[in-house]
Every structure is written in structure tokens, then in C-alpha cells.
T-cell receptor, first 115, second 110 residues
Framework: KAGVTQTPRYLIKTRGQQVTLSCSPI?????VSWYQQTPGQGLQFLFE???????NKGNFPGRFSGRQFSNSRSEMNVSTLELGDSALYLC??????????????FGEGSRLTVL | TQLLEQSPQFLSIQEGENLTVYCNSS?????LQWYRQEPGEGPVLLVT?????EVKKLKRLTFQFGDARKDSSLHITAAQPGDTGLYLC??????????FGTGTKLQVIP
């Protein structure tokens, strides 16, 4: 079955702009988590959605937001971009809820560069 | 606060050598996963361990969960260039977020 699909794969923005990233989970998976990966900080948890509800949230400013649709697809938005937001943004899906089994299935990520 | 510390951070070895990567925490986890990530791709799940003292083998990779479920190790026998990548451990505790370790970057030189 198809894996997790993230779009776009690469994007370049300038400071102050906003960006929306999309994630389509594995068919049948109802939980979607988002992570930010940078060389210095590693994988940092942003938020998790389960059945359209945010179930967990990481320690990121309010500029980072997300949502999940009824078909389990998810989007995350970053407003007022800063240089430090440059990172690989990873989406992961799981069948029940990531924290239930801990088993996550990742997409290839969206590489965001902020100039 | 980083709950999972991995060591070493970097490892460069010759093909055929053995190696062990450690994942340590002061917290108890209900399950622990190991992932491998290659450049430009997302992490790929290798294994899940759930029982204290559990040992799982995946070809040349051996994973162990500590008795107290606070730590884990990954041992690779006769490493090959295809083993090159970033190894990540991750722990979960019920409905709380999954926490990832600091990562170990492995390079296997032919």
C-alpha cells in the first residue's frame, strides 16, 4: 500500500512569509504527527492529530499550527517565517495513535529553506 | 529537555567491524523503537521492543531493551556500507508524544 506522502518536497521562502505543508497518511491510519528536524536539535515533536483533534503538542511557538481533515490528511502552517525555521519537516502516520505503539511511518519530508 | 541520550553521536568504522549504539534515559518507556534514516529521506522503522530484557534480531542487527525499560542498545555485526545512516531510538509512554533520541550517525567505509 502507498506510504506517507508529503508535499512539497522542497521549498524556499523569505523571512516574514508563511508556508503550508501537506501530508497524506497511509490509508487507514488515523493519527498524523509532525516533527521538525535540524542538525543541531535533532527530531523535535510539533504536534499530533488523531481523528481531526490535536492530541499532543510540542514546545513550539504559536506561529506553528496544524489541522487534520476528515480523510486523515493533515496540513501544518508556519506563519511569519524566521531564518531558524529552516529545517526538514517530517510527517508520520500510525494506525491507532503514535503513542499507543510508538510505531511511526514517515514520509520523505518537506525541506524548507528560509532566506 | 532531551529525554533520550544516544551514544556515540558519530561512528566511522571499516566494513566488517562490529559496533554498538546505546540509547539511555532516566524515564521508563512502555515501548521503544529504533529507526534508520538515510540522507534526504524520512526515518524507517527497524524494530519495536516492549518487554524489559527483550532481545530482537534482524539479520545482523541485535536490539535489546533494558530490564527497567529505560535504555536500549543496537548491535551491528560485520557492518556493511549499506548500514550507513542516522540511527534513532524513540520511546513512547501511553498517549504521550513519542520522544526521539539525539541520534547516532554511522558511516561504514568499504
Amino acid at each position: 500500500k502507498a506510504g506517507v506522502t508529503q508535499t512539497p518536497r522542497y521549498l524556499i521562502k523569505t523571512r516574514g512569509q508563511q508556508v503550508t505543508l501537506s501530508c497524506s497518511p497511509i490509508s487507514g491510519h488515523r493519527s498524523v504527527s509532525w516533527y521538525q528536524q535540524t542538525p543541531g536539535q535533532g527530531l523535535q515533536f510539533l504536534f499530533e492529530y488523531f481523528s481531526e483533534t490535536q492530541r499532543n503538542k510540542g514546545n513550539f511557538p504559536g506561529r506553528f499550527s496544524g489541522r487534520q481533515f476528515s480523510n486523515s490528511r493533515s496540513e501544518m502552517n508556519v506563519s511569519t517565517l524566521e531564518l531558524g525555521d529552516s529545517a526538514l519537516y517530517l510527517c508520520a502516520s500510525s494506525s491507532v495513535g503514535g503513542a499507543d505503539t510508538g510505531e511511526l511511518f514517515f514520509g520523505e519530508g518537506s525541506r524548507l529553506t528560509v532566506l | 529537555t532531551q529525554l533520550l541520550e544516544q551514544s556515540p553521536q558519530f561512528l566511522s568504522i571499516q566494513e566488517g567491524e562490529n559496533l554498538t549504539v546505546y540509547c539511555n534515559s532516566s524515564s521508563v518507556f512502555s515501548s521503544l523503537q529504533w529507526y534508520r534514516q538515510e540522507p534526504g529521506e524520512g526515518p524507517v522503522l527497524l524494530v519495536t521492543v516492549v518487554t524489559g530484557g527483550e532481545v530482537k534480531k534482524l539479520k545482523r542487527l541485535t536490539f535489546q531493551f533494558g530490564d527497567a525499560r529505560k535504555d536500549s542498545s543496537l548491535h551491528i555485526t560485520a557492518a556493511q556500507p549499506g548500514d550507513t545512516g542516522l540511527y534513532l531510538c524513540a520511546g513512547s509512554r501511553g498517549y504521550q508524544k513519542v520522544t526521539f533520541g539525539t541520534g547516532t550517525k554511522l558511516q561504514v567505509i568499504p
